[in-house]
């Protein structure tokens, strides 16, 4: 707080102390006290006033600079009425105590958000895992009773299947930390698994799997890991183009392994590829297909950095998805 918006602040006070000031010394002229008297008491009042004014712009001035400095430093700012002091001064206490009470009804409205959100995110995983029992039911029946109807029919079971598993997993998405178990995955088993969940429509595609030096242990959550390589792979087997391949490999370094996952279908657009982690976003190709929900790819991106691991993609001729694992036995969580 600067003096001339303290100045500002106070001028209607200033321009009553001088009013006042000038009655007395009009009052005094009239009954013809002394000159050096009137001057006496005039200069008496004037440096009481000055005193009162310097003395409250200073207490004022520090609690307010104090107050900002403070609040420059917090990186979670409503954690300030937490921190700090109780002025002395009439309008810092009101102040002070409306911000206990804003912060207060902030909380509450908070935890009533999450308690609503908690709730919300139970009843889905509740109904994800209830529609998945008749689910399973409908796809025993098709596969047990083979006919061209019943292909298409499992073929959109499928993705209803797929589908459930993208809520669920974006229902726990929040919280990683209450359903993760980290320790030692090795990269063959967890692709194979995705693999033979993939296989009808790998087979139905004709797509092409190669693996390479996939015997690498990594640290991780296998359980989400194979749900990113699923929406990786099923990334890949939508947008497939002629003769399609999809190679799978990985490398050890240094500091880290990486698992790449490369495609050789339609690509990504240039001036897409930067978007393609982004919530909602589907591309000019996810459009013209009307095949994706721009769920998938996001979701991917939204795990792995709360597993401790990189995701990238590029695309050119082909479209090259990598996961960086670090080598750390102490993954924490974000």
Same mark, same amino acid.
């Given at each position: 707080?600067?003096?001339?918006?303290?100045?500002?602040?106070?001028?209607?006070?200033?321009?009553?102390?001088?009013?006042?000031?000038?009655?007395?010394?009009?009052?005094?002229?009239?009954?013809?006290?002394?000159?050096?008297?009137?001057?006496?008491?005039?200069?008496?009042?004037?440096?009481?006033?000055?005193?009162?004014?310097?003395?409250?712009?200073?207490?004022?001035?520090?609690?307010? $600079?104090?107050? *900002? /400095?403070?609040?420059? &430093?917090?990186?979670?700012?409503?954690? %300030?009425?937490?921190? +700090?002091?109780?002025? #002395?001064?009439?309008?810092?206490?009101?102040?002070?105590?409306?911000?206990?009470?804003?912060?207060?009804?902030?909380?509450?409205?908070?935890?009533?958000?999450?308690?609503?959100?908690?709730?919300?995110?139970?009843?889905?995983?509740?109904?994800?895992?209830?529609?998945?029992?008749?689910?399973?039911?409908?796809?025993?029946?098709?596969?047990?009773?083979?006919?061209?109807?019943?292909?298409?029919?499992?073929?959109?079971?499928?993705?209803?299947?797929?589908?459930?598993?993208?809520?669920?997993?974006?229902?726990?998405?929040?919280?990683?930390?209450?359903?993760?178990?980290?320790?030692?995955?090795?990269?063959?088993?967890?692709? $194979?698994?995705? *693999? /033979?969940?993939?296989? &009808?429509?790998?087979?139905?595609?004709? %797509?092409?799997?190669? +693996?390479?030096?996939? #015997?690498?242990?990594?640290?991780?959550?296998?359980?989400?890991?194979?749900?990113?390589?699923?929406?990786?792979?099923?990334?890949?087997?939508?947008?497939?183009?002629?003769?399609?391949?999809?190679?799978?490999?990985?490398?050890?370094?240094?500091?880290?392994?990486?698992?790449?996952?490369?495609?050789?279908?339609?690509?990504?657009?240039?001036?897409?590829?930067?978007?393609?982690?982004?919530?909602?976003?589907?591309?000019?190709?996810?459009?013209?297909?009307?095949?994706?929900?721009?769920?998938?790819?996001?979701?991917?991106?939204?795990?792995?950095?709360?597993?401790?691991?990189?995701?990238?993609?590029?695309?050119?001729?082909?479209?090259?998805?990598?996961?960086?694992?670090?080598?750390?036995?102490?993954?924490?969580?974000?």
């Amino acid at each position: 707080m600067s003096l001339k918006d303290y100045i500002k602040d106070q001028i209607i006070s200033i321009v009553v102390a001088i009013v006042i000031i000038l009655l007395i010394w009009l009052i005094l002229w009239i009954f013809n006290l002394p000159l050096f008297l009137i001057t006496y008491l005039l200069v008496l009042f004037g440096f009481g006033y000055i005193f009162l004014f310097s003395y409250n712009y200073l207490r004022k001035r520090n609690y307010y $600079n104090n107050m *900002i /400095k403070l609040l420059d &430093k917090l990186d979670q700012k409503y954690l %300030i009425t937490e921190l +700090l002091d109780k002025p #002395n001064f009439i309008e810092g206490k009101i102040m002070v105590d409306s911000l206990y009470e804003i912060d207060k009804a902030m909380k509450e409205h908070i935890n009533e958000i999450h308690y609503q959100h908690s709730e919300l995110k139970e009843y889905i995983e509740m109904w994800c895992h209830e529609v998945k029992t008749p689910l399973a039911t409908c796809l025993m029946i098709v596969e047990n009773n083979p006919s061209s109807i019943n292909q298409s029919i499992q073929e959109e079971l499928v993705k209803i299947e797929n589908y459930l598993q993208q809520v669920l997993f974006y229902a726990r998405s929040e919280n990683v930390e209450k359903d993760y178990l980290i320790k030692e995955v090795n990269l063959n088993e967890v692709v $194979n698994t995705v *693999i /033979k969940q993939n296989k &009808k429509d790998l087979i139905s595609k004709r %797509i092409k799997i190669e +693996l390479n030096n996939l #015997n690498i242990q990594v640290y991780s959550d296998k359980k989400w890991l194979e749900f990113i390589l699923n929406q990786i792979i099923n990334n890949a087997i939508k947008y497939v183009n002629q003769d399609p391949v999809i190679t799978i490999s990985a490398k050890k370094y240094q500091d880290h392994d990486e698992l790449m996952i490369c495609d050789n279908g339609i690509g990504i657009l240039k001036d897409e590829i930067d978007r393609v982690f982004d919530k909602g976003f589907t591309g000019t190709n996810g459009r013209s297909n009307k095949k994706s929900t721009g769920i998938g790819l996001y979701l991917c991106k939204k795990l792995c950095l709360r597993l401790n691991h990189e995701i990238k993609i590029f695309s050119n001729e082909k479209t090259t998805v990598t996961i960086i694992f670090p080598h750390s036995s102490f993954i924490t969580l974000r």
